[in-house]
């Protein structure tokens, strides 16, 4: 059984966000780049499945769509315990793009399995997961906070409000993994890093693609105002900021 984790490659959360050319692109110089949160999580996973002697998982190949200022970002995956990478040589403009370039790959390459992030943290749009699902027809769960193999009994469970959901499915099937799926992610050992080098990173030419979205522009959020503080007995002054000011009530 081999399983695909789609790994973004996103800027360090410690990042100061800077935009250019109007706004309209994100600046990154001098960001430090980092496996997505989510996907990182997926990847930790895979590997425990991997490990547990109880089911059939003999490869981990972690797939990235963009340039190869990526290689970084995925020999970690490699060095974090991933059998092998592949990257797709293209920019990732939109999630449509992304999951079809996945979904390409994935034809010509079977997987028992795909893991994605449930969104990446640079642009939060919780939707390659699905739409790759739907490019293969294959069935697709999100919000999977659990996945255990037993043979051919597959259960993943599922956040929902007020609790969680159990199913059962077949291979493949893809599922959308949040936190839960994992308790922490796997740090890369000397030894890993070493191995990693070695390690296959195949850099495959993109398909032709449809991009169906374009950003326009990009706004930061407003700056944080000044730090007010009120008197405890001047109950009817916070009523007013909060209904008025912050506009909350």
Same mark, same amino acid.
């Given at each position: 059984m081999k !399983?695909?984790?789609c790994i973004s490659n996103v800027p *360090?959360?410690?990042?100061?966000v800077k935009f250019k050319e109007g706004d309209s692109l994100f600046d990154d110089s001098g960001v430090q780049w980092i496996?997505?949160?989510?996907?990182e999580l997926a990847l930790t996973r895979a590997l425990e499945?991997?490990?547990?002697?109880?089911?059939s998982v003999n490869e981990i190949c972690v797939i990235h769509v963009g340039g190869a200022g990526a290689d970084a970002t995925l020999r970690k995956a490699l060095a974090i315990g991933a059998d092998k990478a592949v990257r797709i040589d293209a920019c990732p403009a939109d999630a449509y793009h992304v999951a079809g370039q996945i979904a390409e790959f994935l034809k010509e390459n079977p997987?028992? !399995?795909?893991?994605?992030?449930?969104?990446?943290? *640079?642009?939060?749009?919780s939707s390659v997961g699905a739409m790759i699902a739907e490019f293969m027809d294959y069935p697709g769960i999100s919000s999977v906070t659990a996945v255990n193999l037993d043979d051919d009994d597959i259960q993943l469970s599922r956040a929902i409000p007020g609790g969680k959901q159990v199913l059962k499915t077949e291979t493949p099937f893809v599922a959308v993994v949040q936190k839960g799926i994992a308790n922490e992610p796997r740090i890369p050992s000397m030894r890993g890093i070493m191995m990693a080098?070695?390690?296959?990173?195949?850099?495959?030419?993109?398909?032709?693609?449809?991009?169906?979205t374009k950003s326009v522009k990009f706004e930061l959020p407003a700056e944080k105002g000044a730090c007010k503080m009120i008197e405890s007995e001047s109950a009817e002054q916070l009523v007013d900021l909060l209904k008025n000011e912050a506009k909350v009530l």
């Open positions: !399983i695909l984790v *360090d959360t410690t990042t100061k496996i997505n949160p989510w996907d499945l991997k490990e547990d002697a109880g089911n997987f028992d !399995i795909v893991f994605s992030g449930i969104e990446s943290s *640079d642009y939060n749009g080098r070695k390690k296959p990173l195949e850099v495959k030419a993109a398909a032709e693609m449809d991009v169906l």
